[in-house]
């Protein structure tokens, strides 16, 4: 009965663990690209609710209180008492209406700062997504290169070698195991022995 070959074993597994990082980086652009945009869209929206708080938090509401407390006033002095009692009622219908504004202008801009609050939260959220996206970007860069053995430099005579096929965002495995094959390939026929040249390398051609 035959035993398994451990280092086609190791081969493999090697194979099936650099395909599945090379899925992640291919996704890696995309998902950047996507949270880039969220950030775009929620900081326009930050800056127009930033804006409209502006303009509400900017009408004259107290203003207004102190002209009809003033027309009150004035309305309260008058001889003529028919004059008095009907500008008394508009004078009332007034205040309550400028009141009314007020107590509207302050429930506006306690939405509008708990909307802004939100929306912040949410770029920081954003944000964060992106530096945990480059950071494992990294991280799995870092991996593929310390999977690749360094190995010892091989003499060649200068040929033409052809570059390996690019990937092209192709996500199938065994066009990932031919890409991967075609490199390690290419690396040794042009004697590329460090990891970043090959990181490099595999970069250029995804």
Request: aromatic content about 4%; hydrophobic content about 40%.
């Amino acid at each position: 009965m035959s035993s398994a070959n451990p280092s086609s074993k190791a081969q493999r597994d090697r194979l099936v663990e650099l395909e599945e990082q090379l899925l992640y980086l291919a996704e890696v652009s995309d998902s950047i690209r996507f949270l880039e945009s969220r950030l775009e869209e929620i900081a326009e929206k930050t800056d127009i609710i930033d804006a409209v708080a502006d303009r509400v938090e900017g009408l004259p509401i107290k203003e207004l209180l102190a002209r009809v407390d003033t027309l009150e006033g004035n309305v309260g002095r008058t001889v003529n008492y028919e004059y008095r009692d009907s500008s008394s009622g508009f004078v009332a219908h007034m205040k309550g209406r400028v009141n009314e504004l007020d107590s509207s202008q302050k429930t506006i801009l306690e939405m509008i700062n708990d909307m802004s609050e939100d929306f912040r939260a949410i770029l920081d959220v954003v944000r964060n997504e992106i530096a945990d996206v480059n950071t494992r970007a990294n991280l799995t860069m870092r991996a593929m290169a310390n999977q690749v053995p360094v190995g010892v430099a091989v003499l060649v005579t200068k040929v033409n070698v052809p570059e390996p096929k690019p990937l092209c965002g192709v996500r199938d495995a065994k066009a990932l195991e031919n890409f991967i094959f075609d490199l390690e390939q290419y690396s040794k026929a042009t004697n590329i022995v460090t990891k970043e040249t090959k990181v490099t390398l595999a970069t250029m051609h995804l």
